[in-house]
């Protein structure tokens, strides 16, 4: 090619935006011929209705699709319960968002599992790369009769109140709220007893019964997080002394210190230590060393059983519900102790149990170490 001669380029190539490829109008990434429809196998409130299990895992991704048969190898049960509940059972192993949102809105839809990874801003990965939101779905297209809408994607839980009213306002929407391991989302697929909910809870009671599908809980009336109304004047002489028990490490920030403790198994979790004014009878005005550790956010997956499990022995710790951001409560706990007369000993030992609380709660919700 001679020097100055301008290479050919389509329009389209130029201003075409990041994501998957298709080439020609209303083309499809994924095969919509790689579903399974499950007839039913007798009759029952499922009679005349339809359960979708909808895998937007990346076809192209070989950790994808490891990940895809875990969680395809494991719902045969609810299929099986389903199915001899009178539903007719569709699992589409290659969902993009047009299987979303059809199925969302067919005549006869009870409920809809969706798995996939998941992005921080509440967006669902479909299997051809592709992303779809809540803006993507119109309220007024989906069926008045979907009662449950479970989202096994990281992060998605958080965004539950966007998602329901997205799907109309009236399923109960579950999803994790943040990152889980293979491990948890595998474990919330098998049947079992225990604390924790699962999909064969889900189905028994929103799709085998006519219970009422409750209300978004209120978000209003929470407090924000404690470090919010923080300060850290005259405070790091103490936590350089009580980090020093703890072998910690601290960072300054704008409202609180950022106190590293290490925990057992080579764990850690970091606990935001401030100074807050009493307000309780009794402690008004009393300078008070609070401690906030971040679980994650709450969810329809996470009974009270659960949160408090293991703190009813004597301690300093508490477990809270704060305001989030997203209009889901957010889990933390929590110690507030007088500054004054308090020992660097007494300290760290508040601190520690904060993390340990902290950290043993998100293990048991999350199966993850992000704290």
């Known amino acids: 090619m001679a ?3 301008s290479v050919f380029m389509p329009a ?7 994501g998957p490829k ?3 109008a209303g083309a499809r990434g ?3 011929t790689a579903r399974v429809v499950h007839e039913p196998a007798g009759e029952g409130p499922g009679s005349g209705k339809t359960f979708y299990f909808l895998f937007g895992y990346k076809t192209a991704s070989e950790q994808d699709r490891g990940m895809l048969a875990e969680e395809v190898a494991r719902i045969d049960d609810d299929i099986a319960v389903l199915r001899a509940a009178g539903y007719t059972v569709v699992v589409d192993q290659q969902a993009v968002r047009q299987d979303l949102q059809e199925a ?3 005549e006869g839809t009870a409920g809809v599992y969706w798995s996939s990874h998941g992005a921080e801003d509440g967006r669902l990965q479909c299997c051809d790369g592709d992303i779809i939101s809540p803006a993507d779905i ?6 008045p009769g979907l009662r449950l809408v479970v989202l096994g994607a990281c992060y998605v839980g958080a965004f539950a109140p966007t998602w329901r009213t997205a799907f109309g306002g009236h399923p109960l929407v579950a999803g994790w709220g943040r990152p889980v391991t293979l491990a948890r989302a595998v474990d919330f697929l098998e049947a079992g007893d225990g604390p924790d909910v699962g999909l064969d809870d889900l189905i028994e009671r929103w799709l085998l019964t006519g219970t009422p599908i409750p209300p978004v809980p209120p978000a209003k009336g929470l407090s924000p997080a404690a470090a919010t109304n923080g300060r850290i004047k005259g405070l790091k002489r103490r936590v350089d002394a009580f980090t020093a028990h703890l072998g910690a490490w601290s960072e300054e920030q704008d409202n609180h210190f950022a106190v590293t403790v290490p925990l057992p198994g080579g764990r850690s979790h970091v606990v935001r230590v401030f100074v807050v004014d009493g307000a309780d009878p009794f402690t008004e005005g009393v300078q008070l060393c609070g401690m906030e550790a971040e679980v994650g956010p709450t969810s329809a997956l996470i009974t009270p059983e659960r ?3 293991g703190v009813a022995r004597p301690g300093y710790g508490r477990i809270a519900l704060v305001a989030g951001d997203t209009g889901v409560p957010r889990i933390v706990a929590q110690s507030f102790t007088p ?5 660097s000993q007494q300290l760290a030992a508040h601190c520690y149990q904060v993390a340990l609380q902290a950290d043993a709660l998100e293990f048991d919700i999350f199966g993850t170490d992000e704290g």
Request: hydrophobic letters at 40%.
């Open 30 to 32: 994924d095969d919509p």
């Open 3 to 5: 020097d100055g001669d």
């Open 138 to 143: 119109d309220p007024a297209t989906v069926t």
């Open 307 to 309: 949160l408090l499990a």
């Open 104 to 106: 969302v809105a067919a």
């Open 339 to 343: 500054l004054a007369g308090t020992s």
């Open 22 to 24: 298709h080439w020609t």
């Open 12 to 18: 389209d190539w130029a201003n075409a935006r990041p």
